[in-house]
């Protein structure tokens, strides 16, 4: 069956630094994967999309990998601040459904 | 404009008694989903619908009803609930199907004791 995999283990950096969070998958080859942001108690917010033919796509402090070969999406949040402490949820899809990892939390401390 | 909103946000009932999620959406999307969320199995979707009077199962249909008989409303029902139901219930509407973006209600907690 489709299994997707993110580190459900927290992620903590230090403002400024580079927070680079993973998603892996297997089972399924998907053409798109999104990423969504999700602040405790409060549904998911989509930041990212990102297609099978695009290596990469970026949007403001936001990057996004995708290596179809790896199986393999990589999330990174340049110059990071307190305010992107968050849960990241990735979504590869190819469907007409989304299927959703688990989310990574990330803290960011000053 | 509201987006998308569901009620209620919180809602406690007991074993065996059927309960209503309402979800509504201002902006005319085509797509509606239904997904819960509980710790360590992420987002599941539950059903969803490409247009009113279209819906289809998800990954965990059972125990749950939907209907849609407005492009704006997406009730969920569970017609017995059940203590395995008991979750964080997000309502979500996009455009068109994927890989149009979703934009997610605020969730509704249920407690079924």
């Known amino acids: 069956s489709q299994k997707i995999e993110q580190n459900s283990e927290a992620l903590n950096i230090q403002e400024g630094k580079t927070a680079t969070l993973t998603c892996n998958y297997t089972?399924?080859?998907?053409?798109?994967l999104q990423w969504y942001r999700q602040d405790p108690g409060r549904g998911p917010v989509f930041l990212l999309l990102?297609?099978?033919?695009?290596k990469e796509k970026r949007k403001e402090r936001l990057k996004v990998t995708f290596d179809t070969t790896l199986k393999q999406s990589l999330f990174h949040i340049t110059a990071s601040q307190p305010a992107d402490s968050a849960t990241y949820l990735c979504a590869p899809s190819g469907t007409d459904k989304l299927i959703f990892g688990t989310g990574t939390r990330l803290q960011v401390f000053p | 404009d509201a987006g998308i909103t569901q009620s209620p946000r919180y809602k406690i009932t007991e074993t065996g008694r059927q309960v209503t999620l309402m979800c509504h959406q201002t902006?005319?999307?085509?797509?509606m989903f239904w997904y819960r969320q509980d710790l360590g199995h992420g987002l599941r979707l539950i059903y969803y619908s490409a247009a009113a009077d279209i819906t289809d199962k998800g990954e965990v249909p059972d125990g749950y009803v939907v209907s849609r008989s407005k492009t704006e409303n997406f009730p969920l029902t569970l017609e017995s609930a059940t203590r395995s139901q008991t979750s964080v219930y997000f309502c979500?509407?996009?455009?068109?199907?994927?890989?149009?973006?979703?934009?997610f209600g605020p969730g509704t907690r249920l407690t079924v004791t």
């Open positions: 089972n399924y080859s998907p053409a798109y």
């Open positions: 979500a509407s996009s455009e068109s199907r994927v890989p149009s973006e979703q934009y």
């Open positions: 990102i297609r099978e033919n695009e």
């Open positions: 902006w005319s999307h085509s797509y």
